[in-house]
């Protein structure tokens, strides 16, 4: 005659194995959660860090010799640089913004030391033609945000320099198109400092950043909970 206990060994090994994958999936659930309470802070301190730099007053636009410590802990600085621009190089690049779209003018501004490309700002699709534009002339003095390049192209798209379509501010590869030599490893955004004739609109630069990390904590940790009390209570089954 069969022993009672044999027969009931099959579910138990099953009830422990289920219990044991329950642990598991609640273990790599708070992981996830406290990844997310991490990155949260990480980004609270990066929104604090911008905040700081686009409140403080300008600094000189960074020279050779800083170019190759420039990265993303310097975007959003506030810099302002003299020189006179290169009207007849400007680069058109796509541009999506509250006036609604058309193109970032992109043009290539001499200072004494180096060249650095301005985002001068936005033009809609009937101003894209510098003949429908007044130049500016002369020493100017920009004032606006470093911005670090953007390689490439856009969402699912990329720059075709040979046709003259730009789709990211990709410094290196529209310097290569106008034939500039070095530049500067980064681009200016210019602020709305008015430009002659009204064109381009400058000081357009959107800095936000997506916070949604203590939500997606909550989510981890609310899962976590779920299941625990479902490992509670087969456990007590």
């Not at 990155?39 to 604090?48: G, N, Q, S």
């Not at 300008?58 to 802990?73: H, N």
């Amino acid at each position: 005659m069969p022993d009672g206990r044999e027969e009931d060994a099959p579910p138990r090994r099953r009830r422990t194995v289920a219990l044991a994958a329950l642990v598991v999936a609640i273990a790599i659930l708070l992981g996830l959660g406290v990844w997310q309470v991490e990155r949260r802070a990480w980004k609270l301190d990066l929104i604090a860090r911008t905040d700081a730099r686009l409140a403080a007053a300008p600094v000189a636009a960074p020279g050779p010799a800083d170019w190759a410590g420039i990265g993303k802990a310097d975007e959003y600085t506030r810099v302002t640089a003299t020189g006179h621009f290169l009207s007849d190089r400007e680069t058109p690049v796509l541009a999506v913004t509250v006036h609604g779209s058309g193109a970032w003018i992109l043009t290539p501004l001499v200072t004494p030391e180096f060249t650095v490309l301005v985002n001068r700002g936005f033009v809609p699709p009937d101003r894209r033609d510098p003949a429908t534009r007044t130049p500016p002339a002369g020493e100017v003095t920009v004032t606006g945000l470093l911005r670090v390049s953007e390689p490439g192209g856009g969402f699912l798209r990329s720059n075709d320099p040979g046709a003259g379509r730009w789709y990211s501010r990709d410094v290196a590869a529209i310097a290569a198109a106008q034939g500039l030599g070095e530049v500067a490893p980064y681009f200016i955004d210019a602020d709305a400092t008015p430009n002659p004739g009204g064109w381009p609109i400058g000081g357009l630069t959107v800095v936000t950043f997506r916070n949604a990390h203590l939500s997606y904590a909550l989510t981890w940790f609310g899962l976590a909970a779920g299941l625990a009390v479902l490992a509670w209570r087969a456990r007590r089954g």
